[in-house]
């Protein structure tokens, strides 16, 4: 069984930092892409920015130059650092990793960015 696990929302005011966790365990091989979604209160599920196994890199363009995703193939981790954060960038962020042995999915992690 694969377990996606996030770890590093919290409540951040405007203009600052946080930087996003997503570990893989269990029987999970190949990894291809890593990725970042968010969904806002009333919102659609949005991509945010992903990478490739090749790393190759993707953003939103709402956050081209503020985010950045990076991996860690030997920890089966993605990373997200989010800089410069706005509240519009308020959400729930949750992980995907696509795989050989499946589509994966995190439980979400809720990111405020709020004075």
């Known amino acids: 069984q694969v377990q996606l696990v996030e770890s590093g929302g919290g409540l951040v005011q405007p203009g600052g930092s946080l930087r996003l966790s997503c570990a893989a365990s269990?029987?999970?091989?190949?990894?291809?892409?890593m990725g970042w979604y968010r969904q806002a209160p009333g919102k659609q599920r949005e991509s945010v920015a992903a990478i490739t196994s090749g790393g190759s890199t993707n953003y939103a363009d709402s956050v081209k130059g503020r985010f950045t995703i990076s991996r860690d193939n030997a920890k089966n981790t993605v990373y997200l650092q989010m800089n410069s954060l706005k509240p519009e960038d308020t959400a729930v962020y949750y992980c995907r990793f696509f795989a050989v042995t499946g589509d994966y999915w995190g439980q979400g992690t809720q990111v405020i960015v709020s004075s």
């Open positions: 269990g029987n999970i091989f190949s990894i291809d892409m």
